[in-house]
């Protein structure tokens, strides 16, 4: 059974950064891809991040230069740290894992509460 446990979301002022983390248990194969998905108010949820085993990264254009993703394939994790946040930053972020890059989002964590405050 595949698990994933977001920690590290919180408040914080406009400038500011986070690191938040998420750790994955059960069956490797089932983390090749890990990333991370927000979901605003009102808004669908949308990439922000993801990579693969060999390290490979994607980002949502939004983002880049301000979050950077790396992962830990020891210990089967993964983390986002964002810096320079912005109020539309806020949302729900998720953690999600998958076997292949077109099956990325086979797994999903319970999700995180950023809020940025301007």
């Known amino acids: 059974q595949v698990q994933l446990v977001e920690s590290g979301g919180g408040l914080v002022q406009a400038g500011g950064s986070l690191r938040l983390s998420c750790a994955a248990s059960g069956s490797i194969f089932s983390f090749y891809v890990m990333g991370w998905y927000r979901q605003a108010p009102g808004k669908q949820r949308e990439l922000v991040a993801d990579?693969?085993?060999?390290?490979?990264?994607r980002y949502a254009d939004s983002v880049k230069g301000r979050f950077t993703i790396s992962r830990d394939n020891v210990k089967n994790m993964v983390f986002l740290q964002m810096n320079s946040l912005k109020p539309e930053d806020t949302a729900v972020y998720y953690c999600?894992?998958?076997?292949?890059?077109?099956?990325?989002?086979?797994?999903w964590g319970q999700g995180t509460q950023v809020t940025v405050s301007s």
């Open positions: 999600a894992a998958g076997p292949s890059i077109a099956a990325s989002r086979s797994y």
């Open positions: 990579i693969t085993r060999g390290g490979t990264t």
